[in-house]
C-alpha cells in the first residue's frame, strides 16, 4: 500500500525524519509529497527542500520525494495512494489534523488518513521552531541533519547585518552567529 506524507518540510526536521522512517516500515512505499503553497514564503525552494529530503533519506529504499500543488487528495489519486500519513505532537495538532482528515473524506472516500504520534523526543519540534533558533543565533544540529543545518545557517548569515549584535554583561559585543554551538557540524 503507497502512503503519502504531505508537509512544507521547510526545512526537513528529525521529527519528520522519525514519522517518514517509522511510515516505510508500516508502508509498501511512501512519498514524501512537498508542498508548493502560494500563501507562504518559505526559507528554501522547493528543489532545495526536494534534495535536502533525498539527502536524509537515501538509506530507505521505498521512499520516494515528489512535489506537488493544489489538493493533497487529488495527489494522492494520481499516485494510487490509499493512505494520508500524518504525524501528531499534541492535542493541538490533533484538533487540526482531525479536522482535515474529515475534510479529505469529504472529497475522497477513497483515502484514510494514518496518524503517528511523534516520538517523545521531538514532541516539542516543527520547522518554525528550527528557523526560529537558527534566526536569533542558536544551535539547531541536534533538530536537523547536519546538511540541513548547514543550508540553514547559511541562510541566517546572508540575512544577518552586523547591527545586530548581542552586548553581554561586560559591554563586550557578539554577533548571533558567532556563537562557537554554530561551529559544531
Known sequence: MIAIY????DPVTLGHLDIIQRGSQLFSQVIVAVLRNPNKTPLFTVQQRLEQIRQSTTHLDNVEIDAFEGLTVEYAARSKAK???????????????????HTNKTLSTEIETVFLATSNEYSFLSSSVVKEIAR????????????????????FTHNQTESNPIKTDKTEVIHPL????????
Open 178 to 185: 558567532n556563537f562557537p554551538n554554530n561551529r559544531e557540524a
Open 136 to 155: 536569533f543565533g542558536g544551535s539547531i544540529n541536534h533538530l536537523v541533519p547536519p546538511h540541513v543545518a548547514l543550508d540553514t545557517y547559511k541562510c
Open 6 to 9: 504531505p508537509g512544507s518540510f
Open 83 to 101: 493512505v494520508l500519513l500524518r504525524g501528531l505532537r499534541a492535542i493541538s495538532d490533533f484538533e487540526v489534523e482531525l479536522q482535515m482528515a
